[in-house]
């Protein structure tokens, strides 16, 4: 079965860089969600999108910012990298139509910031 | 207040017995659904399984099943017959209510299987 797909796998910038994580989501999910989760931490919530508009925002840095596109993949976009952004950045996606709406995730990009 | 609790830090179970997850969770909201995800040391996030607030039965998946106590707002994971490649970090999580945006993490309980 089809899963998220996540571009790049991991990704080296410098302090002060900018980065774009990629996210393909399942056929026929229509909601992306980004989360970061830091070295021995949960996942933390930033941004989601449904049917190409924001949804909801959780700790997202002004310094970011995500879209989705008309064929539901999604960018997140950093600007301004620091030290601290580096992460692992989850993308997922689910169906609106419930009943279980359950989350699956990519595999994730490794952000690392010199 | 947190939604999510998972007072387990880490865990060691032998291999083939069972171990269970402990996971509390907080909301008003009638209407939540509740999933674990397991993630290896590789990174990835796999779901493992779901139980809505109006499911009558607990849900079980393969060797995964979920203990719920609607009264005492917890969901544990039990896994039963461990592997070694169940050594992972486990995370319980909620949707509050019929909005699937809202979405929290528990910070996670770590297994390790061993042989």
């Known amino acids: 079965a089809a899963g998220v797909i996540q571009s790049p796998r991991h990704l080296i910038k410098e302090k002060r860089e900018t980065a774009t994580l990629k996210c393909y989501p399942i056929?026929?999910?229509?909601?992306v969600y980004w989360y970061q989760q830091g070295p021995g931490q949960d996942p933390q919530f930033l941004i989601s999108?449904?049917?190409?508009?924001?949804?909801d925002k959780g700790s997202i840095p002004d310094r970011f910012s995500a879209q989705q596109f008309s064929d539901y993949h999604s960018e997140l976009n950093m600007s301004s990298l620091e030290l601290g952004d580096s992460a692992l950045y989850f993308c997922?996606?689910?169906?609106?139509?419930?009943?279980?709406?359950?989350?699956?995730f990519g595999p994730g990009t490794r952000l690392t910031v010199t | 207040a947190q939604k999510i609790t998972q007072t387990q830090p880490g865990m060691f179970v032998q291999e083939k017995e069972a171990v269970t997850l402990d996971c509390t969770y907080d909301?008003?909201?009638?209407?939540?659904?509740l999933f674990w995800y397991k993630q290896p040391s590789s990174g990835e996030m796999i779901f493992l399984i779901y139980q809505g607030s109006y499911d009558q039965q607990n849900a079980t998946e393969g060797r995964y099943s979920l203990n719920f106590q609607k009264a005492r707002k917890s969901a544990n994971l039990v896994i039963s017959a461990s592997q070694l490649g169940d050594s992972a970090m486990y995370f319980c999580?909620?949707?509050?209510?019929?909005?699937?945006?809202?979405?929290?993490f528990g910070s996670g309980t770590k297994l390790n299987v061993k042989p």
């Open positions: 056929p026929r999910h229509d909601t």
């Open positions: 999580a909620m949707r509050e209510g019929g909005n699937f945006n809202k979405f929290y």
């Open positions: 999108f449904y049917e190409k508009m924001q949804s």
């Open positions: 909301t008003s909201d009638p209407s939540y659904g």
């Open positions: 997922a996606s689910s169906r609106s139509q419930g009943p279980t709406y359950e989350q699956y």
